[in-house]
C-alpha cells in the first residue's frame, strides 16, 4: 500500500510539471490548470489511504471549512483584486506549511536521534521559519493591498534593532532545539517569533511595493512546503515546492529588475531611508499642455485615423475601465480600424496583469501585443491612447539618469503620430518621476478625468459622430 | 530518514529546482498572473502532510487542532488557487480572425 | 534495491526525462551537430558501472574480461565524444562586426 | 564515504544538465561541453573510491586503451565524417551499457530475491537488449557510412521471418531468465541474438538513412545506460540517460518530420518494400537548361549584385569544398558584397551538418543564417548561389502532393533574382525527385561541376575580375 501512495505521489508531481508546461500557451493554459488539479486530487485521496490514518473526522472538517472558504472567495474576487486574493492564499500555505512542521516535530522527534534527527528538525526549523514569515507578511501584505492596514502603522524608532533582536531570538532558539533537547514549546515560540518578523518586515514597505513582496513570500512558502517534504521524505511536497521556488523567483526577479531597483533597497529601503517608497517629484505643474475633452479625442480617434494602439495601466485598474476600453475597441472597430492593445509585462501591479483584466473585458488574446513585438509598430501608427499608465510610457526610461525607472524597457509611444493621455491630473506614477511626454504639445493631448468617466465620454462622441 | 533516503531527496531536490526555472522561464508574460495564482495553488500540497499528522493514531489535541488548522489552510489555498486561476485562463480568448488563420 | 529505492529511482528518472526534453528542445539548430556529439559522449558514463563491475574484489575471470572491455568501450566513448565536440564547438566564431553589434 | 560517492554522483549528474543547457548559445556552448567534461570526471573519480574496490589493474589498463583510441581518433577524424565518428562512439557507449548490465547479472543474481531481483533482472535484460542492439547496429551504420559494408549484403529472402524469429528468441530466453532460474550463460545468448537483431535491423536501411538510424541508437543507447542505472541503483546513470535518450528522440524526430517519411517506414521500409530508400526518378533530361561557365557565375556574382546568398548542401561535404566557399565569400566581401549563408536545418547529412563544416572554414556564424530567419530575405536577394544542394531549395516541397518532401519547409531561393547552381549533373538529391528550379532558364544558371573545382573556378574568375 505504501509504496502505491508514493507512486500517486510521483504521479500528480509529474502532473504538476505538465501542467505547468502547459501555461505556456493560452490555447492549453486552461488545460494545464486542469492537469495539475488533477495531480493534487490524486495526491489528496492517496494520502488517505496512508497506514495509520485512522481518524478521518477531523480531516474532512479541515477539508470543507478550507474547501467552501477557498471556493466562496475564488468566486467571488474581482479581478483587479487578483494581488491580495494571491496574499491571502500564500498566507494560507505558509501557515499549513510551518503548523505540518510543527506537528510533525511534535509527533516525531522522540522516536529517532543521531544523524537523522539532526537533519529532520533542520528541515523542521527551516520550514517553520520560512513558513511563518511567509504567513504573517502575506497576512499584512493582504491587509495594505485592502486598504485595511492603519496608515500610521509603518515604522517606529529604533524598528531595524527589534528586527535584529527577533530574528537573532528565533535562531538562537532555534540551535538550542537543533542541539540541545528544547521540546515542542521552544519550536512554538520560534514559530511565534517567525510570525513577529514576518509582520516586522512587511510593515515598512509601501503598499505599491506589495506585488514584488508577494512574489517573493510566494517562493517562500514554496521553500517551506520543500522543507516539510525533507522532514516527511515526501517527494511529491518536495518537487511541487521546488517548483513553486523557482516561479517566485523568476516573477520576483522580474518585477524588481523592470523597477530599476534592486530587491534589498526594495525590502529594506523603506526601513533605512525612512518612509515613503518613492519620491512623489513635483514640479512640472507649470508648463504648459495641450489639453482636451471627450470630443476633441472621439474626433481625432474617428477622422483620420486608420491604426490606433491602446495602452492601459493601473489606473485602468484602479478605475475599473477595462469594459469601457474594450467598447470603444468594438466602436472604432465597427468603423474599420484596426485596434491593438500594447502590454507593458509590468504594466499595472501585479505581472501580467493589464492581460488578465483586458481578457475579462473580452478582448482576444492575440489583441494583447507584448512590449518586445509591439515597439517597432509605433512608427507606423496614428494614435495612442494611453489610459491610467504612465511609467511604462516614460521615454526618461531611456536617457542614462539616475531615475527609478533608468534601463528599465518602455512602449515606444512618441514614435507614433499622436498620442492621448486619459488620466486625471499631471501627477506622476508608480515611480514618482515626471512625464516628458504631457508636455510635447503639438504631439500630446491631455484629457484630465477618471479613467472610466473619460472612456465612456470618448465612447458616446465616437458613437454620435 | 537514512542516508541514502536524504541524498535522493537533495537528487529530486536538485533536478525539480532546475526543471522549474526552465519551464517557469518560458510561460509568456501574457500569462504570468495566473502562473503566480496557479503555482500558489500548488503549494497547497502541504494539505497532504497536515492530513497524515491530524490523521495518524495517537496524535494529542495539540497536534489535532494545529492540524485541522493546517488541514482547513491549505485545502482552502488549494482550492482557491486553482478556482481562481480557472476564472482567469477562462477569460482568454483568441479572436475570430486569429481562430482563422491558424 | 528496496521497494522505496526503485520509487526513488522512479521518481528520478522522470524528473530527468522530462528536463532533458526542456533542455534539448531549446538547443538552436546551429548547434544541432555539437548537441549530438556531446550527448553521445554523457551516455559513456556507463563507464562507471563498468569500473564497479571489474574492481571488486571476488569479480571472476568472466567479469574482468567483459568489465575490463567495457571500460575501454566507455572511456573511449566518454574522451573521443568531449574532445571531438570540443573541437567543433572550438571552430564557431562570432564575426568581428557581430562581435561590435553586441 | 558511499554518502560521500553518491553526493559525488548527484553533483555530476547535475553538471550535465548545466552543461546542456549552455548548449543553446555558441557562445556558451564550448564551456558547457567543459562544463559536462568536469562532472564526468567527478562521477570517475568518486568511484574509485567505492567500497570494495580493490583491483585497480584493469581499471587502468581499460581507461588507457580507451582514452588513447577515443582522443587520437577524435583529433584526426575530419568534420565531414562526423556521422560515422557519432556511429562508433555511440556503438561502444552501447556496447559497455550491455557489458556492464551482463557483469552485474553475473555478480549479483545468485545474493537477491524476491520483487527485488524480478525489477533487477528486468533492468539487465532491457539495458542487454537495447545496448546489444545499440552496438551492433552502431557498428553496421558506422561500416555503411564509411563505405566498408559490402553493397550486396542488405537483405536476404525471408529476412523479415528471421528477424521476428532472432527477437522472438531474445524475448523467450530473457522470459526464462528472469522467470525461471536461467543463469549468466542464457543471458549472454540473450546478448548474442540481440548483437545479431542489430545487424539485421541496420542492414537494409540504405547509407543515406543511416544518421536517422543513429540518433535512434544515440537515444537507445541512452535508454540502456538509464536501465543500467536502475540495476545498479545509482542516480548519475540514471539521470545521464534519460537526458541522453530525450535528446535522440528529440533529433530522430526532427530528421524524421524533415524526411517526410515516418520513421517505421525509414526503419522497415526498406525491408517491406524491396530495396532501394528513396527511388532515384529520372525523366526530366531533355527539358532544356540554361548552362554557364565559371566565367558567366563569377561576373554574375561581381557585376550586378549587392546582396548574395550562399547555401550549401550535402554535396559540399563530398566534395570537401567548404574552404573554397569561404574563400569565395572573403573576395566577394572584398569587394564590397553583402554575403550571408542560409543553412536549412537537415541540409547535409546530419542536424546542423553544415554550420560546423562552415564554421571549420572559418565562417563567423553570425552568418549562417536559420531557414526560419532567412526565407522572408530571399525576395531582397540578387543572386543565391547552391553548393552541391538539392532537396533543400526543392519547390516541389511547397505543392500539394505525395513526394517525399512534401510538406517539408524549403529555403524559398525562387523568390531571389538568380539563382546558380553548383553540381555534377541534374541528378536529383536524396529524396531522389527532380527540382523543377532547374528549368527555370529565365532565372536560373547551372555551372555542371564537382562543388570544389566549380568553386576554385569561379573564385579564380572573381579575383581576376
Ligand atoms: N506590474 C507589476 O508587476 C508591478 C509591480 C510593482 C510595481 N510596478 C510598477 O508600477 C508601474 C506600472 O506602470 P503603469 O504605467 O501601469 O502605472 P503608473 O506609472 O503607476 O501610472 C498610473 C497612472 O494612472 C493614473 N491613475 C490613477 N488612478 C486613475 C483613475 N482612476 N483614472 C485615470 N487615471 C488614473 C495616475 O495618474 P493620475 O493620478 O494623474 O490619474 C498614474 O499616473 C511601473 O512603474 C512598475 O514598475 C509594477
Ligand atoms: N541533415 C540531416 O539530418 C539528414 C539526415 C538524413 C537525410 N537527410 C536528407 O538529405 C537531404 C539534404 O539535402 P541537401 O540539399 O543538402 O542534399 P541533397 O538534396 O541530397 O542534394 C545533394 C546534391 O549534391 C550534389 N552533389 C553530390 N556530390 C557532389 C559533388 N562532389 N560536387 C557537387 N555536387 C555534388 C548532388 O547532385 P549531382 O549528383 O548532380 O552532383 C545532389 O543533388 C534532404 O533530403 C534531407 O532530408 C538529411
Known sequence: MSYAITAAYIVAALLFIVGIRRLRNPETARIGNITSAIGMLIAVVATLFTPGITDYLWIVVGIFAGSAVGYISAERVAMTAMPQMVAAFNGVGGGAAALVAVSEFHRVHDLTHGPQLFVFTSAVLFSVLVGGVSFAGSVVAFAKLQGIWPARLRSFPGQALVNVLVFGGAVALGILVLVGDAGTPAVAIVLGLTAVLGILFVMPIGGADMPIVISLLNAFTGLAAAASGFALSNYVLIIAGSLVGASGTILTQLMSSSLGRSLPKILFGALAGGGKAAAQEQGGEEKPVHTASAEDVASILTADAESIIFVPGYGLAVAQAQKALSGLMEALEAQGKQVRFAIHPVAGRMPGHMNVLMAEAEVPYDKLIDLEDINDDFADTDVVLVVGANDVVNPQAKEAGDTPISGMPVLDVGAARRVVFIKRSLAPGFAGIDNPLFYDEEKTMMLFSDAREGLEGVLEAVKKG | ?102
Open chain 2, 1 to 102: 530518514m537514512s542516508g541514502q533516503a536524504l541524498l535522493g531527496n537533495l537528487a529530486v531536490l536538485g533536478l525539480a529546482v532546475a526543471i522549474g526555472f526552465e519551464l517557469i522561464s518560458r510561460v509568456p508574460s501574457l500569462l504570468h498572473t495566473p502562473l503566480m495564482s496557479a503555482t500558489n495553488a500548488i503549494h497547497g500540497v502541504v494539505l497532504v502532510g497536515a492530513m497524515i499528522a491530524v490523521g495518524v493514531s495517537g496524535a494529542d489535541t495539540l497536534i489535532k487542532i494545529l492540524g485541522t488548522i493546517a488541514v482547513a489552510f491549505g485545502t482552502a489555498n488549494i482550492v482557491g488557487g486553482f478556482v481562481v486561476t480557472n476564472r482567469q485562463l477562462g477569460m482568454f480568448r483568441r479572436s475570430e480572425r486569429g481562430k482563422k488563420e491558424r
